[in-house]
């Protein structure tokens, strides 16, 4: 008999608030959190074809990291341990009352640290290898984000890492599901973290050509399934969220978001970088999503689409809802894509997705996509265009899609 598991806590950090209820509260009113590039010196930054991003603003460690640990670790990490802090005290989860050992931790990074490569890269040059930090390899590995809120916390339960790109937090939050499903745990956390807004990092996805030049207007330069978009706008933070066994929940009697109820993950096996032109991974990811859910395509009343603003991601996406839910299905489903508030958040994109999903339908709100002004013919579902939309909604499924053709969809639903 596999375990049902519910949501009892939620935490981000993200470029549109620093807490959850600041990010719900500008999401549903369309507040873009997208603006002109200011963590990358002018010198190098004049040089990109983008000029815009979308950055995590006045946050400050000392809240969430013990004093010491702050230097000894990288942006990405100080961001997972401030959404765990916010995840656990909103759960209300005691863990002086726990067992330590039944609770774990799985949390991803698509880069990691990237930021302390850079840094620590330049002191090699300059000042040589004898002034290297001894910290270097624990601040960038990706892992050291679950292992770290292990730590502070004393959590001896499973503890993993995803790295799958921009699927990471959706597959660490369907991991993390399955571990408790399989009754290894009775409480994980789980979810992405991401801060690689650097030189390198910026100037690597600008070389590909992956990034929104629409640097006149960076307020809108986000636009996805608009017929204008040509990139995405890179972005940072981190999404973590409390998964509980349902007794467990039930008998502390702990507030529920929802219940994550199904998770699929598949590989296009196309392209390192590209979708399946046919929309085939993400559809058959869908529908593994739904028949672990036993949840039918006529029962689903909201996707959080993976929705990049790149002009093959949004046409892909859109192809396999098409061929997911059919001609009429897929006219009714609402779709929206959050990244046109957030950016597009890598490693971290899954986890505060998710979070809105389930806020979604906690709170019978539909988040719109803001910038959308063009109608493309080939996205023409209902993207809940640029006003969010108060809706019941029972079940919602919330895509991730990485390069290298990595697909996770998780299908939550309104807990009764």
Known sequence: ?????????VGAVTPIGNTVSQAWSNLIKGVSGTDLLTQIPESIASHFHSRVSAEVKNFDPAKYVP???????????????AGTKMAL?????????????QIGVLVGSGIGGLRTIEEQHKVLLEKGPERISPFLIPMLIVNMAPGQIS?????KGPNNCVATACATGSHAIGDAFKIIQRQEAIVMIAGGTESCI?????????????L???????????RPFDATRNGFVMGEGCGVVILEELGHALKRNAKIYAEIVGYGMTSDATHMTSPDPKGGGASRCMVR?????????EQVDYINAHGTSTPLNDKVETLAIKNTFGPELSKKVMVSSTKSMTGHLLGAAGGVEAIFTVLAIKEGIIPPTINYKHPDPDCDLDYVPNEARAVKVKVALSNSL??????????FRKYE
């Open 89 to 101: 005290e909103d759960s209300a989860l005691n863990l002086l009352k726990e067992d330590l050992e």
């Open 1 to 9: 008999m596999k375990s049902r598991v519910v949501i009892t806590g």
């Open 402 to 411: 990485g390069f290298g053709g990595h697909n996770a969809t998780i299908c």
């Open 212 to 222: 929104s030049t629409h640097n006149e207007s960076p307020k809108s330069a986000s």
């Open 67 to 81: 004093a010491k640990q702050i230097k000894k670790s990288d942006r990405f990490v100080h961001f997972a341990l």
């Open 151 to 155: 730590i502070q916390y004393g959590l």
């Open 198 to 210: 650097t030189a390198l990092g910026f100037g690597g996805f600008d070389a590909m050509k992956a």
């Open 289 to 297: 999503a739904m028949q672990d859910a036993n949840v039918k395509p």
